[in-house]
């Protein structure tokens, strides 16, 4: 975890995609350690991290699919108040700024949000699992894959 660990040192305000959430929760063995140093990077006092609600919303599909409200709750109480993470919903500047990124890299409008959120908020990197993402030149896009 050499790599992460160096691509976070270079960083004190990074975007977070969905997926780093999502390996994180369902314990995915592949990745629940990478994930789990984010967290841990994200609660030291001089870092902090953006995602965008789009992430929540992404995040409680399947609790709500399988009429599970606990495991809702659970989501809200321990990522709602995760130290250092700002929840940001979209107004018109990153509407705006999704709509450019689409039209000049093709993403999908969730990544577009994605990345909208990081560059609005003033990240000045992202971390993902989609290379895709990688086409939008201002942010460093951290993919997991890579970062191992």
């Known amino acids: ?9 270079r960083h004190r ?14 314990a995915n063995p592949a990745y629940v350690d990478m ?13 902090t991290a953006v995602t965008s609600s789009i992430t929540m919303t992404e995040l409680l ?15 809200y109480a321990l990522f709602s108040l995760f130290p250092n993470l700002e929840w940001v919903a979209p107004d018109l500047a990153i509407a705006d700024t999704a709509a450019r990124i689409r039209a000049h890299h093709r993403l999908r ?7 909208a959120t990081a560059i609005c908020r003033g990240a000045t990197a ?4 989609d290379p895709d993402l990688a086409s ?6 951290g ?3 890579k970062l191992r």
């Not at 975890?1 to 976070?8: C, N, S, V, Y």
């Not at 994930?35 to 870092?47: D, H, I, P, Y």
């Open 61 to 75: 599909v399947q609790p709500y699919r399988d009429a599970n409200e606990p495991l809702v709750n659970q989501y």
């Open 136 to 141: 939008v030149p201002e942010v460093e896009v």
């Open 35 to 47: 994930a789990g140093e984010v967290f841990t990077w994200l609660e030291g006092s001089s870092n």
């Open 109 to 115: 409008t969730p990544d577009a949000l994605q990345a």
């Open 143 to 145: 993919i997991l894959d």
């Open 1 to 9: 975890m050499i790599p992460l660990r160096a691509f976070l040192k």
């Open 13 to 26: 305000r990074i975007a977070l995609d969905t997926s780093i959430f999502i390996y994180y929760l369902e």
């Open 126 to 129: 992202m971390l993902t699992n």
